[in-house]
Nanobody
Framework: QVQLVESGGGLVQPGGSLRLSCAASRSISSINTMGWYRQVPGKEREWVAGFFSYDRMNYLDSVKDRFTITTDNFNNTLYLQMNSLKPEDTAVYYC?????????WGQGTQVTVSS
């Protein structure tokens, strides 16, 4: 079992940057699948970036070269660095982890990209 708490969202102008954090309640070095998703009202939750079964990081095509996902195993935290943000990146961003055959989600953090 793991609890996830996201932070770092906010309002940013187009072209700006934000770094989202996902603090886990236990060691993430033993969690083989983690990632970030996002959701806008009226649409399904969309996978954005993550790693699967300890594989390399993967990204949604529309965020490649702009978003970077990293892990801090000492602080049990997953990060999403978002650069060159666009209005279409506006959404609630969720952190997810799959461990013990079950998926866990954080409460989400709002990212709004607007001038």
């Amino acid at each position: 079992q793991v609890q996830l708490v996201e932070s770092g969202g906010g309002l940013v102008q187009p072209g700006g940057s934000l770094r989202l954090s996902c603090a886990a309640s236990r060691s993430i070095s033993s969690i083989n699948t983690m990632g970030w998703y996002r959701q806008v009202p009226g649409k399904e939750r969309e996978w954005v970036a993550g790693f699967f079964s300890y594989d390399r990081m993967n990204y949604l095509d529309s965020v490649k070269d702009r978003f970077t996902i990293t892990t801090d195993n000492f602080n049990n935290t997953l990060y999403l660095q978002m650069n060159s943000l666009k209005p279409e990146d506006t959404a609630v961003y969720y952190c997810s982890a799959i461990t013990g055959g079950r998926a866990y989600w954080g409460q989400g953090t709002q990212v709004t990209v607007s001038s």
